[in-house]
């Protein structure tokens, strides 16, 4: 294979730091560039021998210099919106962690990827999972999705039990390690709504034919259920680095060292219903996807205000579904033609929700 220069977009973070011992691992992986939101990059890029670094700011000015045979994009939140939708059109070849830019964007990324025809390679787990379960088949044989949720370190509470929860109990996840802002969208299972609408825009199904099930051990990456009765799951203990080098390497699948599934040591493998009414997120998500237009977008920018809100200190656990509820309910949810357009509905989603915040 020949080498393939790399941009890492959001390489300090959890995905970021685990993509580059994928690439050190891999002789036929380069960095060509790296991007953060204020972290330092200079030691990173010097060791990396990468001459291409941003700090902050248009992430698209980076990669059209760069000019990357493939964009890993791991940023947190909407601010990757704009490197994705910049893969798809140019035909590069995208690897996508920040699930928030398909979700915000998902018709102008879809638009964007036809004219492109580039490859789109999920790097969530269950939706690499869910890739690897559909590739090669016919549409027509597929009956339905199964996304897996290990139902985040307050499965099983009451309602009641959440409201004096904190950000150290929210950030406690049992079987992920990963950023602040998805470990709290794992407690509030905002994080398996935001996996619905990705799972929609990616494989092109409608959300009646999507499930989520709850999976505390994260064993199961998900599932497909064909027409025939038959289902299809992708089996591993919960590592991102298998992904991540799914997707940097596809089609070869390398060698990583995360080990094989231990059956003999016997395995765990429950599934219940989600409980909708504790976690409201996720029936959330599933309405403004549903919904369509850029309802999705406003999903997404009031829960990233809520959350960053929460991580503050200046909104309770159950607040952040509550804010997200009435931004949904204030938004008009018009669709976005491009990417201005998308832009503005993000910054009056952000404005509406930004409401509910009490002032520190
Ligand atoms: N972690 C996981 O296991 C996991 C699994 C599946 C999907 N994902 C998805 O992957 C994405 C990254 O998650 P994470 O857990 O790696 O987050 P994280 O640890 O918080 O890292 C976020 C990264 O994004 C960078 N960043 C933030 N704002 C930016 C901006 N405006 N421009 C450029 N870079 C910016 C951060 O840089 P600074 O260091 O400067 O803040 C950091 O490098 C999220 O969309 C998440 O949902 C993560």
């Not at 970021?16 to 690439?23: F, H, L, N």
């Not at 700090?55 to 890993?72: I, K, R, S």
């Not at 949810?333 to 990417?339: F, H, K, R, T, V």
Request: aromatic share 4%.
């Amino acid at each position: 294979m020949p080498v393939r220069r790399i941009a890492l977009l959001g390489a300090t973070g959890s995905i970021g730091r685990q993509a580059i011992e994928v690439v050190e691992r891999n002789p036929e992986l380069e960095l060509c560039a790296l991007a953060s939101g204020s972290s330092d990059l200079a030691a990173l890029a010097a060791e990396h021998g990468v001459e291409r670094v941003q700090v902050g700011g248009d992430l698209t000015e980076l990669l059209d210099a760069a000019e990357p045979d493939v964009v890993l994009n791991a940023v947190v939140g909407f601010a990757g919106v704009g490197a994705t939708l910049w893969a798809l059109e140019r035909g590069v070849t995208l690897a996508l962690a920040n699930k928030e830019s398909l979700v915000a964007a998902g018709q102008l990324a879809r638009q964007a990827k036809e004219r492109g025809g580039g490859l789109l390679l999920p790097v969530d787990s269950e939706h690499s999972a869910l890739f690897q379960c559909l590739e090669g088949r016919e549409p027509s044989t597929v009956d339905s999705l199964v996304l897996t949720a290990s139902g985040g370190p307050f499965r099983g509470r009451s309602r009641a039990e959440l409201a004096d929860v904190g950000v150290e109990d929210a950030l406690a996840h049992p079987t992920w390690s990963m950023g602040p802002k998805i470990t709290v969208d794992s407690a509030t299972l905002a994080n398996k709504g935001l996996e619905l609408i990705e799972a929609h825009f990616l494989f092109d199904v409608p959300y009646e034919r999507i499930e989520v099930v709850i999976h505390p051990t994260s064993v199961v990456h998900s599932l497909v259920r064909f027409r025939d009765g038959a289902a299809l799951a992708h089996l591993g203990y919960p590592d991102m680095t298998v992904p991540i080098s799914y997707a940097l390497t596809y089609p070869a699948r390398a060698a990583t060292d995360v080990p094989g599934l231990d059956l003999a040591a016997g395995l765990t493998l429950e599934f219940s219903a989600p409980d909708l009414e504790t976690f409201p997120l996720l029936a959330l998500a599933r309405r403004a996807g549903e919904a369509g237009g850029t309802y999705p977008a406003v999903f997404n920018a009031a829960n990233e205000v809520a959350v960053a809100a929460f991580l503050e200190g200046r909104l309770p656990f159950l607040g952040i579904a509550e804010l997200v509820e009435d931004a949904l309910d204030a938004a008009d949810g018009a669709p976005a033609g491009n990417l201005a357009e998308l832009v503005e509905a993000d910054a009056e989603a952000r404005r509406l929700a930004g409401r509910g915040v009490p002032v520190a």
